[in-house]
Each structure stands twice: as C-alpha cells, then as structure tokens.
C-alpha cells in the first residue's frame, strides 16, 4: 500500500456524485471523475485515511487491487486465488465479503460472494495450513467484488461500517435521516456555515449536527472507532495520528446561531443527546416548539436558512395537505427576508405550501423519490404552484 497511485473508488448516495467529487478535490484527490453513485480518483495511502476522517457524503473507501475480464464463476475463482491476499492481512483476520453484480453471466452475487471468499481462504489454506473465518456482522477485513458486464474489480474496503454511521448518533425517531444525505443536502444547499440556520422539525437532530460539525471543520468521522484500514498488515499508524493530530488543529469555534425545535419533547430530548455526543451543546440549541404557531411577535433574523424534513408517511396522508398548508403559512407569515429548503418524498405536500420553488433537486431517501426544495420568503408571498 505504498503505492502513491492507489486507485480509489468512493461510494455515496444517488445524486450526491458532484457534491463528492468537489469534497475529494478539495483534499487533494487527483484525477477524480464522477461515476454512478460515487466516483474514482488517485491518491496515496495517506489520502485514503483523510478519505476516512473528513468526507461528509462518502459511504465507502474503496482501494483497488485488481481489474480484469471474467467469464464464469471458475474464472473468477482462479483469479481471486491468485491474489497475493497475505500481502494485505493476516490469516487471523476474519473477513466479509461483498458482492455487487451487473451482468448478464452472473446473476447471484451471493454464488460471486461465495466463490470469492473461498479463493481467498483456499489460498490461506495452501500457504500457511490455516484458513482466515467469515464475520458477516463484524469482520475485520472487507472485501469488495464488483461485476460490471464482463470486467471483474476486487478492491479492499477501507472504511468497515458504512461512513453515515458517525458515532455521534445513538438516538434516533422513527425515521431518521441518514448523516451522508443529510450532510449532502447542505452542500447541495451551498450553506457555508456563516449565518444562522434552523431546523424547526429537527427530529434526532441529524441536520443540526451535521452543520455544526462542518461549521466547526472538525472531521465528520472523528468519533469513529474503528476504521477497517487499521486491521490491513502494512497500516502504518504512525501516519494516521499524524494525519488525525493535524486535522483536529484545523477546528473553527466561531460558529453562527444552529438551533432547532420539535413539538415533541421526547424527540427532542434525543436530538439534544446526539447533540452532546458530538460535543456541540455549546454550539446547537434544541427547543420544544410547534412550528405551526409561531408567536405574532417574535422575529426571526432575516438571511436565516431553514432546514426542514416534514412527515411524509403513508399513515399521514389524509394530513398531508392541512400540514404543509401550515408550513407555508408559517413560512411566508413569520420568515421573510429568509431561505427555506424542503425536504420531502411528498408531491402531494409540496402542491399544498402555496409557495413557489426557485429550485429544485431530486434525490432518494431510501428508496422514495425525493426532492429538496428552495423557497426565497418576501413581504407578501404569493401563492404558487410546487
């Protein structure tokens, strides 16, 4: 892994690609191209633990070891055995398998995941008389094999657990909103973390904190306690503490007002433990508020941006229209002189705001079509459609 031209795939979400691909240029990426659902780049073994501790939108670190044309499942074996996996780790290590396949010579990823897996521990086998144990739930080695029509990528995962799983959030509503969706929105958003923003149905808190974590320039992953690269033989430590120490000297304390509010005290309570996890109570102010009676006579300081993620579950349809009535209201009585974005699987809600959009982007939240929404509020509003 000395190599300073690792071939590196980064994974995220449908329609965060640009947004990744802006995040890996300004950490020093180089030869960075967007690709369905994350893109492909270069960088040293350095870049790749950087990769790990700051990219926002990013699921999965990938490095690869090899590329090559595959026919059939007895192909593949071959090729996979004669990957020099000791090189990489141990024979103590366990080890996952996961399997992606686009093709029409292989239909079943888990028979690709199997036959994976066992060139890799036939290969132990012969060499040392030991063979490395399958850990499908905590492994200390990730393997990554993708099929795409006839070429075969094998590459070892860097990153373990998905990245969205910070190590802040252990609170959470009944629909939480992932950290990498919810931290690219706000890039996508173009929110620089210089005036004020508020999530007035902030649920777990999921927003609020990805904005103060970015706010603050402290590494998105920093409360992470593992990464897989610190299992991979050759991982030098003395480089990722260095690379870590540095990065924590980058913090920025002077942050604009971030406060959020949730009609339900329990939620709240959670959004306002997540909160503390991070280490932003300082930073994030959480309230019990019903944003749909805002008082007569409280102001809101005009270039606030809103951030909100409004119900939309099927058992809420009947309301849909009577809430998102009262969102709009709210919005054009209470907020002018302010930026609101709306994130919604709802289509039938955003035809019910009675604002109209000056942007629009669709993405996913799961699998639901999504959209996120841009309203400038004004003095006297008027009605339009979404």
């Given at each position: 892994?000395?190599?300073?031209?690792?071939?590196?795939?980064?994974?995220?979400?449908?329609?965060?690609?640009?947004?990744l691909a802006?995040?890996?240029?300004q950490?020093g990426?180089?030869?960075?191209?967007?690709?369905r659902?994350?893109?492909?780049?270069?960088?040293?073994i350095?870049?790749?633990?950087?990769?790990?501790?700051?990219?926002?939108?990013?699921?999965?670190?990938?490095?690869?070891?090899?590329?090559?044309?595959?026919?059939?499942?007895?192909?593949?074996?071959?090729?996979?055995?004669?990957?020099?996996w000791?090189?990489?780790f141990?024979v103590d290590?366990?080890?996952?398998?996961?399997?992606?396949?686009?093709s029409?010579?292989?239909?079943?990823?888990?028979?690709?995941?199997?036959?994976?897996k066992?060139?890799i521990?036939?290969?132990?086998?012969?060499?040392s008389?030991k063979r490395p144990?399958?850990d499908l739930?905590?492994?200390?080695i990730?393997?990554?094999?993708?099929?795409?029509?006839?070429?075969?990528?094998?590459s070892?995962?860097?990153?373990g657990?998905?990245?969205h799983?910070?190590?802040?959030?252990?609170?959470?509503d009944k629909a939480?909103?992932?950290?990498?969706?919810?931290?690219?929105i706000?890039?996508?958003?173009?929110?620089?973390?210089?005036?004020?923003?508020?999530d007035?149905?902030?649920?777990?808190?999921?927003?609020?904190?990805?904005?103060?974590?970015?706010?603050?320039?402290?590494?998105?992953?920093?409360?992470?306690?593992q990464f897989?690269?610190?299992?991979?033989?050759e991982?030098?430590?003395?480089?990722?503490?260095t690379?870590?120490?540095?990065?924590?000297?980058?913090?920025?304390?002077?942050?604009?007002?971030?406060?959020?509010?949730?009609?339900?005290?329990?939620?709240?309570?959670?959004?306002r433990?997540?909160?503390?996890?991070?280490?932003?109570?300082?930073?994030?102010?959480?309230?019990?508020?019903?944003?749909?009676?805002?008082?007569?006579?409280?102001?809101?300081?005009?270039?606030?941006?809103?951030?909100?993620?409004p119900?939309?579950?099927?058992?809420?349809?009947?309301?849909?229209p009577e809430?998102?009535?009262g969102?709009?209201?709210?919005?054009?009585?209470?907020?002018?002189?302010c930026?609101?974005?709306v994130f919604?699987?709802?289509?039938?809600?955003?035809?019910?705001?009675?604002?109209?959009?000056?942007?629009?982007i669709?993405?996913?939240?799961?699998?639901l079509?999504?959209w996120?929404?841009?309203?400038?509020?004004?003095e006297?509003?008027?009605?339009?459609?979404?």
């Open positions: 892994m000395k190599d300073s031209n690792l071939q590196i795939v980064i994974k995220t979400l449908p329609g965060l690609e640009r947004v802006r995040e890996v240029r950490l990426g180089r030869e960075v191209q967007e690709i659902r994350g893109i492909v780049c270069k960088g040293d350095g870049f790749v633990f950087k990769c790990n501790l700051w990219l926002r939108t990013a699921l999965r670190v990938l490095v690869q070891l090899d590329r090559f044309q595959v026919r059939d499942e007895k192909y593949l074996y071959k090729k996979v055995y004669e990957t020099p000791e090189k990489y141990d290590k366990t080890l996952a398998i996961d399997a992606t396949v686009h029409d010579r292989f239909r079943n990823s888990l028979l690709v995941a199997q036959k994976t066992d060139g521990v036939d290969r132990f086998r012969d060499q008389g144990s399958v739930k905590n492994p200390d990730r393997i990554n094999v993708h099929i795409q029509n006839h070429f075969c990528t094998l070892l995962d860097s990153s657990e998905s990245l799983k910070r190590g802040y959030r252990v609170e959470v939480p909103l992932s950290e990498v969706l919810a931290a690219g706000l890039a996508l958003m173009d929110w620089q973390g210089k005036g004020p923003l508020l007035p149905m902030c649920g777990s808190g999921t927003f609020l904190t990805e904005a103060a974590l970015f706010a603050s320039n402290v590494p998105v992953n920093v409360f992470r306690k897989s690269f610190q299992n991979w033989k991982y030098d430590a003395e480089l990722f503490d690379i870590f120490e540095s990065s924590m000297k980058k913090e920025n304390r002077d942050l604009p007002p971030i406060y959020g509010f949730d009609i339900d005290p329990q939620i709240g309570a959670k959004a433990r997540n909160v503390k996890n991070a280490l932003m109570e300082d930073v994030i102010k959480v309230q019990k508020r019903n944003f749909l009676h805002w008082p007569e006579d409280e102001k809101v300081a005009p270039g606030t941006t809103l951030i909100m993620n119900p939309y579950d099927l058992k809420l349809e009947a309301d849909i809430l998102y009535k969102i709009g209201d709210s919005l054009k009585q209470h907020f002018s002189g930026t609101a974005w919604t699987a709802s289509a039938e809600g955003l035809k019910h705001l009675g604002l109209k959009p000056t942007k629009k669709q993405l996913k939240n799961a699998k079509d999504s996120l929404v841009r309203y400038d509020l004004y006297g509003s008027k009605k339009a459609g979404s």
